[in-house]
């Protein structure tokens, strides 16, 4: 199994995407541990809940290890009970194109305004189409990680 991730992560020019999304799911997600060397996040996504770790990123910000299991969504609303404050709440919209999926995060709460997507690569320099509604490249800004987000929400930039 592997268990490192690589993706990009762009600002969203407009809501577009959405007319051309295939799937969407209402995400609740806080950190039991967020400092720059490993986060540790505990999500519910609809009604499945998961504990998520993932390591630093590389000097480029677009890989790191990513390890996630599910677990049970009591389990998953207990452990939001005891994370560290500022749990995030979001749409994530799943948009197709070609042979990738991008990922679009519509934040509410405290980064409402906010829009970010993802898209994940098999490497580094792997080719891309962007859609038009994708806007600035974001990747590796440490501000727009949802660890970051849940202590220094949009609303406060």
Same mark, same amino acid.
């Given at each position: ?64 290890? +990513?390890?996630?299991? /599910?677990?049970? *969504?009591? &389990?998953?609303?207990?452990? #939001?009970?005891?994370?560290?404050? !500022? ?32 898209? +994940?690569?098999?490497? /580094?320099?792997? *080719?891309? &189409?962007?859609?038009?509604? #994708?806007?600035?490249?974001?990747? !590796? ?17």
């Amino acid at each position: 199994m592997n268990y490192t991730e690589i993706e990009r992560k762009f600002l969203v020019n407009n809501l577009s995407f959405i007319k051309t999304s295939y799937d969407s799911n209402r995400i609740e997600q806080g950190y039991l541990n967020s400092n720059k060397d490993r986060a540790v996040r505990v999500r519910i996504k609809n009604n499945k809940g998961f504990l998520t770790i993932k390591g630093a990123s590389n000097e480029s910000g677009t890989t790191r290890f +990513e390890w996630e299991k /599910e677990i049970l *969504v009591t &389990e998953a609303t207990q452990l #939001l009970a005891i994370c560290e404050p !500022g749990v995030i709440s979001k749409t994530r919209y799943l948009v197709k194109l070609n042979q990738h999926t991008f990922e679009v995060d519509v934040f509410d709460g405290d980064n409402k305004g906010l829009i970010v997507a993802e898209v +994940e690569l098999t490497s /580094e320099n792997e *080719v891309f &189409e962007k859609p038009d509604w #994708l806007g600035k490249e974001v990747t !590796g800004e440490v501000k727009y990680y949802n660890s970051q987000l849940s202590k220094n929400p949009y609303k406060n930039w």
